[in-house]
């Protein structure tokens, strides 16, 4: 079975430029969220997606925006990147029926992709 | 969005017990209590989590005051392996779904 999995590893952009990070969720999970983890920091909050819509957002630009495909992977893009975007971008997927079910489910992370910009 | 408290960081022997704290004074009813941890150079990854009662999986024990209002993850004998960021997260509850608020974590640096 296989895990959350992200894609790039690394990536090197110059400030201006926009990237696209991608994401694929544990199998059988339908919800996926977006992190960044500065260095030395605990991971913040970007965006959830679920049934292909943006359900939550956390306090980032309009520069970050995103996307859920049918088969519930997702894309991180962020545009007119600037020095202070260099970070860890992380992906956790998870159940949404834990909502609806007033459960609570644990979210499971990638590795993450290492962006930097210079 | 509701807040936790952790220390910076703790030092444990290897082979002996670790009592991680963690604050959340604004906790609300609903909120249940997370904790996850972050190895070096991976994702977090799940520990444990509960709402009311004491908790205890392979990982870890989580133990809840009465009032929720701080809670304690126990690793009942650490190793080498357990040297990484400790996350005491509480679940944000919003439309349709759940968000998950980090803190800064307690780094747990474990000592042969």
């Known amino acids: 079975d296989a895990g959350v999995t992200q894609s790039p590893t690394h990536l090197i952009k110059t400030r201006g430029q926009q990237v696209t990070l991608r994401c694929s969720p544990k199998s059988g999970h339908d919800t996926v969220s977006w992190y960044q983890q500065a260095l030395g920091q605990g991971p913040q909050f970007i965006f959830q997606y679920y049934e292909e819509e943006e359900r939550q957002r956390g306090n980032f630009p309009d520069r970050f925006s995103g996307h859920q495909f049918p088969n519930y992977s997702s894309e991180l893009n962020v545009n007119a990147l600037l020095l202070g975007d260099s970070a860890l971008y992380l992906c956790?997927?998870?159940?949404?029926?834990?909502?609806?079910?007033?459960?609570?489910?644990?979210?499971?992370f990638g590795p993450g992709t290492r962006l930097t910009v210079t | 969005d509701a807040k936790t408290t952790q220390p910076n960081s703790m030092e444990s022997n290897e082979e002996e017990p670790v009592h991680l704290p963690c604050n959340h004074s604004?906790?609300?009813?609903?909120?249940?209590i997370h904790w996850y941890r972050q190895l070096p150079s991976q994702g977090p990854e799940y520990v444990i989590h509960?709402?009311?009662s004491n908790v205890n999986n392979r990982m870890a024990s989580l133990a809840i005051a009465e009032d929720r209002k701080s809670s304690t993850l126990i690793l009942h004998r650490a190793t080498l392996r357990d040297a990484a960021v400790y996350y005491c997260i509480l679940r944000d509850e919003g439309p349709g779904t759940y968000k998950y608020i980090f803190g800064t974590g307690t780094r747990l640096k474990v000592l042969a």
């Open positions: 509960g709402l009311t």
């Open positions: 604004t906790i609300s009813g609903t909120d249940y």
């Open positions: 956790a997927s998870s159940l949404a029926a834990g909502f609806r079910l007033r459960v609570s489910y644990e979210q499971y």
